[in-house]
């Protein structure tokens, strides 16, 4: 058999499922959001969801909030991280332990994570009825409003408690072979502690930190349940804007929804380009 | 201009039971380059970082023309440290590197360029400023390091294994190169290596560390003719070691005696002598000359390798291979050993 | 001085550290006393009683939510089977092969694992739609193929990376046929890769939403969906008792595979997806 077959035979069955339910997943909703659908009739594509998408007050305010709560939220979930990982690094009382939550950590799903927040964060919740205790609030309505909240905090929080250990772990290991030599030489040839850190040590790290980033924001980009569970009705985030419409009784919305899911998935594209530049010159050293 | 002078220097690392160095003490007079020689895992690099400041000794002080850096951060120690893997930043470019002791310093730009740009001519490198290190060779990167680690004028300069990762026609010139700027610039300089070779072609003195002790700290050409026990004399390659007694100017061995010069060691002992000081089939009146039974004989290239028997005694000599040929394991031969290059060691 | 000065670092260290590990266990507190709580009123700081009635219904037979565990379970177990059959052969070609197109082919299998899975499946959707697989458990368990089966072929393509072929060559020039080769030689070799893979894929799977609420249509009720539901309807004591049920795999996962699960593997991005 030649090398050439068996490369091909062995790809087959993955790159079937992929180019199938992936790709052909992607280039569906592309078509029914040009309203093209030759098996349905539908023979004629035009721009007509886009320009309802783009002269809809909520798909801005949606776009904008899911911006804010992906970009806020990788952010501060990787400047957080990296702190982690840095403390990681050093040996202290306690570091098993947190070294054992952040993996426990990175194998509860989201949703578990956004019930709990719920469970902190409601005006109801472990954290107002502290207020209470501490007769800071005399009765719920009084706490801030940290879920279903026009800010998104709630939904913030809980990714940044997901993605803590996330890019944490990608950071540490990144850290831990990189080694402290480099950061040895700095401070021998005068860097200070702070110097070493900001011109040695995230330059290096940067690329792992970026590609993790990335990762991060395509996610709390489109996940869908979190801000279901944890958002506010009005404006909703895109996801749950787009599952919405799709859903919508009114089966002339579904063309709507597909241009939406290809807004994101175009979002997630460039997300892929700037991950491949960084973590090929990673390999690439 | 810093003369260092190393005191008990003691270093156990955490839940290790035995010290990795222990109390290591040397005087390093200013401008000399001294190499801390020993197997690896003797403490030599232990010892490095921690006069560098990369690392907290146990017990003991670092002094620097008296005064003790110990408790300095180690960007104000004036020590920069060369690592064996040269560690260039790799996102930087070979000037960058270069400057960036200079620019830690908050140094004018301008002025950086200028002296990255002197530097680059000094280690003979002026057209690579732009590259970037992965583009760079070995020895290139090795003298990046040098330029990097010099720019910044460090009263003492550490280097790790410097010669080590260098093919052996690169070895030559990168000594030369090192030498030549290390007496320019007058820094005190010490260097760890693990290769004897290494420390006797490129170091003023040596120190030998053997399991964490200093074993002897001497001029090269002490380890080879006056090394101070056979652990020493075995790792400047000594073969030959005989027991038995000196009284006077006799040496007492096993089949024999043997003349020696004045002021050795006296008392039971060994005494040694190199492979390469052994004079074969030499004037039979000579003093020391002995008959020898060949026990094996091994071909070098350049040289030959004699296994001898004199008496009970196994003897290694070195020859020229023309001067043994025709001789086969089992022949007689006569050798001297004369009585200059006869040691005692301390027992 | 630098003694004082470290004695500050490390009780900072030490500070920081319990800081980090009070906020890591944080959420998972409430939803753990809820289980356990009847009736938990504001602004009570801990419940006036205690009941096993939430556990009682998460594990009666009547329920559903053991069925449901049920159901996740076969559904997971049937896509990490799948992306396995499918992923290691790819994985082989990737990691011990050099090819045209391979940049493409990388590139494809790298997609899923960034493009958020609403981005594709209600496209998917409207075809399985068509082919009858909506509403279906086969079809929730091939429409999670999207997220674990790049996961399976990046860590095989790291294991064939590091392979050597000749052992194969070996073994058939002492008598191996090719399957008893595969069976003695390359299978014990990929192992470890495989076991990684698949507890990835399994907690990929074990976690998806969107995916199984669109193509399952309500008909396939996972953990996680029946989790959201109640979540929403406010039985917090029933949605405290699932939550602790639906994160054990998990943790069991966890505990048989710590040392695995380093951040080095590539795929380590298998975790943003849970």
């Known amino acids: 058999m030649s090398d050439r077959l068996k490369i091909t035979l062995l790809l087959l069955p993955a790159m079937l499922i992929i180019v199938l339910l992936f790709f052909g997943g992607l280039a569906i909703g592309l078509m029914r959001s040009f309203n093209y659908m030759p098996v349905i009739g539908l023979t ?130 990144n850290m831990q072979s990189i080694g402290e030599d480099y950061e040895s030489v700095a401070r021998s040839l005068g860097a200070s502690r702070w110097q070493t850190f900001r011109h040695v040590l995230l330059p290096l790290i940067f690329p792992g930190v970026l590609s993790a980033s990335v990762m991060v924001f395509a996610f709390t980009f489109g996940a869908y349940e979190i801000p279901a569970l944890l958002g506010a009705n009005y404006p909703a985030a895109l996801p749950v804007l787009a599952y919405r419409k799709y859903t919508d009784v009114d089966l002339a919305a579904r063309p709507e929804a597909m241009a939406m899911a290809i807004i994101i998935a175009i979002l997630s594209a460039v997300m892929i380009y700037i991950y491949i530049r960084y973590s090929r010159r990673r390999i690439r050293g | 201009m810093t003369h260092v002078s190393i005191k008990e220097l003691t270093k156990v690392y955490p839940g290790a ?146 010669l080590s990762n260098l093919d052996a026609h690169l070895r030559f010139e990168m000594r030369d190169l090192i030498r030549s700027l290390q007496q320019e610039m007058g820094i005190t300089t010490i260097f760890v290596t693990h290769d004897q070779e290494e420390a006797v072609v490129l170091a003023d003195r040596v120190a030998l560390i053997l399991d964490g002790c200093m074993k002897q700290y001497d001029n090269a ?14 790792f400047f390659g000594g073969q030959n070691f005989m027991s038995g007694t000196t009284r006077g100017t006799v040496f007492e061995a096993s089949f024999g005696q043997l003349q020696l010069v004045e002021g050795l060691n006296q008392g039971s002992g060994v005494l040694t002598f190199r492979p390469e000081n052994v004079l074969l089939n030499g004037d039979p009146s000579a003093p020391n000359t ?57 027992s | ?88 052969p790819a994985g082989r070609a990737l990691g011990m092969y050099k090819f045209k197109g391979k940049e493409i082919v990388e590139l494809m299998i790298l997609a899923p694992t960034i493009v958020p899975g609403i981005a594709v499946v209600l496209g998917i959707h409207s075809v399985f739609i068509f082919v009858g697989l909506n509403n279906t458990v086969p079809g929730v368990i091939l429409v999670h193929l999207v997220p674990t089966l790049p996961y399976m072929v990046l860590v095989m393509s790291g294991i064939f990376a590091n392979y050597d072929a000749s052992f194969e060559a070996q073994a058939r020039s002492l008598g191996a046929s090719a399957l008893k080769t595969f069976w003695y030689v390359t299978l014990p070799a990929i192992m470890p890769g495989i076991i990684v893979g698949g507890l990835f894929a399994f907690l990929v799977s074990w976690s998806q939403y969107i995916l199984t609420l669109l193509i399952g249509g309500g008909r396939v009720v996972t953990l996680p969906l029946l989790l959201f539901n109640f979540a929403t309807s406010g039985r917090n004591d029933i949605t405290g008792a699932i939550g602790m049920i639906y994160i054990l795999p998990g943790i069991i996962i966890l505990l048989l595979t710590a040392r695995h699960l380093s951040g080095r593997s590539g795929a380590v991005g298998g975790f943003g997806q849970i």
């Not at chain 2, 104000?76 to 310093?105: C, E, H, T, W």
């Not at chain 3, 556990?55 to 992306?83: F, M």
Request: glycine share 6%; net charge neutral.
């Open chain 2, 17 to 162: 039971s035995e010290p990795s160095l222990d109390r290591l003490s040397l005087e390093i007079p200013t401008g000399e380059l001294t190499a801390l020689l020993g197997p690896s895992g003797c403490g030599k690099t232990t010892t490095m970082k921690m006069i560098a400041g990369l690392l907290d000794p146990t017990s003991g002080d670092v002094t620097f023309d008296g005064r003790s850096i110990l408790k300095d951060k180690p960007e104000n120690r004036g020590v920069v440290m060369v690592f064996q893997n040269y560690l260039l930043f790799p996102y930087m470019s070979v000037a960058d590197n270069i400057g960036f002791g200079l620019k830690m310093r908050k140094m004018d730009p301008a002025e950086i360029k200028r002296r990255v740009g002197e530097m680059l001519e000094l280690v003979k490198l002026p057209d690579l400023g732009k590259r970037k290190p992965s583009a760079l060779s070995g020895g290139q990167q090795q003298r990046v390091a040098l330029a990097r680690a010099l720019i910044v004028q460090p009263n003492v300069l550490l280097l790790d294994e410097p």
């Open chain 2, 221 to 234: 050409e002490a380890f080879y003719k006056r090394p101070v026990d056979e652990a020493t004399a075995r």
């Open chain 3, 1 to 88: 001085m630098s003694t004082r000065k470290s004695l500050i670092t490390s009780n900072l260290r030490v500070l920081t550290g319990l800081v980090l590990i009070t906020w890591l266990i944080l959420p998972l507190i409430p939803l753990a006393i809820w289980s356990f709580a009847r009736g938990w009123f504001f602004p009570d700081l801990l419940p006036k009683t205690w009941s096993l009635n939430a556990w009682n219904y998460a594990l009666s037979d009547t329920a559903g939510v053991l069925d449901s565990l049920w159901l996740t379970i076969g559904i997971s177990l049937a896509a990490t089977v799948l992306s396995i059959l499918v992923g290691v």
């Open chain 2, 290 to 346: 002995l008959e020898a039974n060949i026990a094996d004989k091994i071909y070098l290239g350049t040289q030959t390798r004699l296994k001898l028997r004199i008496g009970q005694e196994n003897v290694d000599i070195i020859t020229n291979p023309s001067d043994v040929e025709g001789l086969s394991p089992g022949d007689l031969i006569r050798v001297t050993l004369p009585p200059q290059t006869l040691w005692m060691l301390t």
């Open chain 1, 44 to 173: 004629e594509p035009d721009l007509s969801a886009y320009f309802l998408v783009f002269t809809d007050r909520e798909f801005y305010l949606s776009f904008l909030l899911t911006f804010h709560i992906a970009f806020t939220s990788t952010v501060i979930s990787s400047i957080l991280a990296i702190g982690a990982a840095l403390l990681l690094r050093r040996n202290f009382v306690g570091r098993s332990i947190v070294n054992f939550l952040f993996q426990l950590n990175l194998t509860v799903p989201h949703l578990v994570g956004a019930i709990g927040m719920l469970y902190l964060f409601s005006q109801s919740g472990s954290f107002a009825r502290l207020a209470a205790e501490w007769n800071l609030i005399a009765k719920p309505s009084q706490f801030p409003a940290l879920v279903f909240d026009p800010y998104a905090i709630g939904i913030i929080l809980q990714y940044i408690w997901k993605e803590i250990p996330f890019i944490g772990v990608i950071v540490l290991a």
